[in-house]
Structures are given as structure tokens and as C-alpha cells.
């Protein structure tokens, strides 16, 4: 697929954003300041995560909520209340650690551990 955009990219861009934050602002900084930069570190790291994984994720989830029977997770969440799924709990069980560990691997890898 031909892009649109010149380098750098916008993986590039958050990536050097967040290099900046954790070398230069982060070490010098304190109180607020310290806080937000940690803040604004993590979620720029997440981002990245999320450009780099997203697009199989979304597939792998497709899947996973088509192999149980559903278009998204708003039904999905219909059928657990309604307990339309208790009798493929062993099924649902492993579609939704599936989901929580893909999750994890872009809010916060080190949970996974």
C-alpha cells in the first residue's frame, strides 16, 4: 500500500516525542510537572503499541467475537447478562482472557508478566 506521507511517520513522530519526554523533560523535572511528563510518556508508549498491534488485534477480535456468534461486543455483553452463554463458559472463558491479554499488550505489557 503507497502512503500518502512523507518520513517522518506517525510511529516516528510519537516515538520521538516520547524520547524527548522521558531524556530531557522528565529527568530535569518535578512535582506537576514530573507527574504529567510520566503521563503523557505512558500514553504516547501505549499509542505506539496500539499503531504497531491494532490492526491484527482488531482481526484477531473480529474473530473471536464472530467464532462465539456476534458482530461486536455490545451483543456479546447482551448474551453474558442474559446468560444466553453460560452453558460455552469454557469458550467464553478463552475468548475474553484472548481479549484482556490483547488489551494488556497495549495499555500496559508489564501486567503480563
Do not use: C, W
Not at 503521563?39 to 496500539?50: C, F, P, Q, S
Not at 461486543?73 to 442474559?82: K, M
Amino acid at each position: 500500500m503507497a502512503h500518502p506521507h512523507d518520513a517522518p511517520s506517525a510511529a516516528e513522530l510519537i516515538a520521538a516525542v516520547r524520547e524527548f519526554l522521558e531524556r530531557d523533560v522528565l529527568p530535569t523535572a518535578e512535582g506537576r510537572v514530573k507527574f504529567h511528563s510520566l503521563v503523557a510518556i505512558n500514553a504516547l508508549g501505549m499509542v505506539e503499541r496500539e499503531l504497531e498491534t491494532g490492526d491484527d488485534q482488531a482481526i484477531a477480535h473480529t474473530e473471536r467475537l464472530a467464532a462465539l456468534g456476534f458482530a461486536d461486543d455490545a451483543e456479546l455483553a447482551a448474551a453474558i447478562r442474559s446468560g444466553r452463554l453460560d452453558d460455552r463458559y469454557p469458550e467464553l472463558k478463552a475468548a475474553l482472557l484472548d481479549s484482556v491479554h490483547a488489551k494488556l499488550t497495549v495499555s500496559n505489557p508489564s501486567y503480563l508478566a
